[in-house]
């Protein structure tokens, strides 16, 4: 739906939402119960680009936790569905993970169904589950009109937050000034609560944004993009440790993967010159795993006691067609820096997805953390609504209560992940304070008794 709201005389919304990508549309389709239900009737949401962009490599992987929170936003249309029912058909899901540290000999193979699912998760192309978000909202909105007539959702494309300041009544909200990108003209919008997920650096009047941010500079930089492979990966994710920065195989689709090659400063500046120093130290990481350990994680059901004959014949087929990559999309590189905030809030004001915190890439965690960042906002969202549902309160009497709750729910969450995702990305290299001997003695460890497994497997999954 889109809007001019140049001609209106400074609106006022219950929420604006600043920032239109996979965390901000997420989040406006986690309102639905509030909207449906009139407690939250006008909405804002503002998006800088047009149309989601697709960048080669940028596919994110979804725990059960993330999957769990499309499941449960149910459309009641004829026949009904879930969003994760939508989203279904781009996925590929993780039934194995591959782990393996470049100066451990062995390598620790998970399987979804020894720790009692069904999947580790899934994966997106990020630009596609921001377009397939987008394509879904008349659908979702059409339900919210029919069950809150006073509801509006306003969605403004290509037009970017400059700044934001207190209104003049004492917790009366904030005053955007809202910028075509485009035109470059400006117009104004009140709001009682105003969203960031992302952009905040470049938003006026945020004074105490920067005073808030703790950063850590890992000195990785990393190389992203799609590869097709001489063999299907099918549904096994890998993870490779190497003293100069980890290395991690998605699977995109039955023949593609998306790669994520993080390493130092310098071989990162070569192969920019070069690309196939990337695809060249890739392919040497899946010649290290071996053929024999990659056939055992993505066909679990082979079992290591074969007969003679039978293993002389897989002996054969692995000499003949090994895994390789065979061709490879244009690569992106980017500087890996971590950083999250230490208050979530200020008046009136929200901080989520890449405005809260921004991860290394190591355990694939950082949109998993935006969406546990909306669920904690929508529990201290619900958790208020109801307590004043007999006072009647009005949501914007409630706004910054909401807001304590949240930081409260949140931010430990935050520094857990930031701090173990942190551990991952160190001291599996060449500048762990401890040098080889605590990843070998974690890998010696996780495979000699599974039962340990558990301790890295929860976390990730987003069920501790």
């Known amino acids: ?12 919304y219950d929420v604006v939402i600043v920032g239109g990508g996979a965390t901000g549309l997420s989040l406006l389709y986690g309102l639905q119960t509030a909207l449906s239900q009139g407690k939250i009737n006008k909405v804002m949401l503002i998006e800088k680009e047009e149309c989601a962009a697709h960048i080669p490599g940028r596919s994110i992987a979804l725990n059960l936790n993330t999957l769990s929170y499309f499941a449960n936003i149910k459309l009641n249309t004829k026949p009904a569905f879930n969003l994760l029912e939508y989203l279904a058909p781009h996925l590929q899901i993780i039934k194995n993970i591959l782990v393996k540290n470049q100066t451990w000999q062995q390598s620790l193979i998970l399987e979804a169904k020894q720790h009692q699912v069904d ?19 008349p659908t979702y909105l059409a ?44 117009y104004t919008i009140g709001c009682s609560l105003a969203i960031i997920a992302n952009g905040a650096k470049y938003i006026q009047g945020l004074n105490n944004y920067q005073h808030f941010i703790q950063v850590v500079e890992h000195q990785q930089w990393g190389a992203i993009a799609d590869v097709t492979l001489s063999q299907p990966f099918n549904n096994l994710a890998i993870e490779f440790f190497t003293p100069h920065g980890p290395v991690a195989f998605l699977p995109k689709n039955n023949q593609q993967a998306v790669i ?30 071996g053929q024999n350990t990659l056939n055992t994680a993505i066909n679990p059901q082979v079992q290591a006691t074969k007969s003679l004959e039978a293993l002389a014949h897989q002996v054969a087929q692995e000499t003949t067609y090994p895994y390789t990559i065979q061709a490879y999309s244009d690569l992106a590189y980017f500087k890996l820096n971590a950083q999250y905030l230490k208050q979530l809030y200020a008046p009136n004001l929200a901080y989520l997805g890449n405005a809260a915190h921004t991860l290394h890439p ?16 929508l529990t201290a969202v619900k958790q208020h609504l109801q307590a004043n549902d007999n006072a009647k309160t009005d949501f914007a009497n409630l706004v910054n209560p909401i807001l304590l709750t949240y930081q409260h729910l949140h931010l430990p969450v935050t520094e857990k992940v930031f701090k173990r995702t942190n551990l991952l990305a160190n001291e599996f290299t060449d500048t762990a304070i401890y040098g080889k001997i605590l990843p070998n003695l974690g890998m010696f460890h996780l495979i000699a008794y599974p039962f340990l497994q558990d301790l890295i497997v929860k976390p990730s999954l987003g069920l501790s």
């Open 362 to 377: 190591v355990s694939g965690q950082g949109f998993n953390l935006a969406i546990l960042g909306v669920q904690n906002f």
């Open 1 to 12: 739906m889109e809007i001019n709201v140049q001609a209106q005389q400074t609106p006022h």
């Open 119 to 137: 999947q580790f998760g899934a994966v997106i192309d990020l630009g596609t589950l921001q377009q397939e978000l987008e394509q879904l909202l």
């Open 143 to 186: 339900q919210l009109q029919l069950e809150n007539p006073q509801v509006t959702v306003d969605l403004v494309k290509q037009a970017q937050v400059v700044s934001c300041v207190d209104q003049q009544e004492l917790g009366a909200g904030k005053v955007l000034t809202v910028q075509d990108v485009n035109t470059k003209q400006e």
């Open 260 to 289: 994520v090659w993080c390493n130092r400063e310098n071989e990162i500046k070569q192969a920019q010159q070069d690309p196939r120093k990337v695809i060249a130290s890739l392919n040497q990481v899946l010649s290290n795993i």
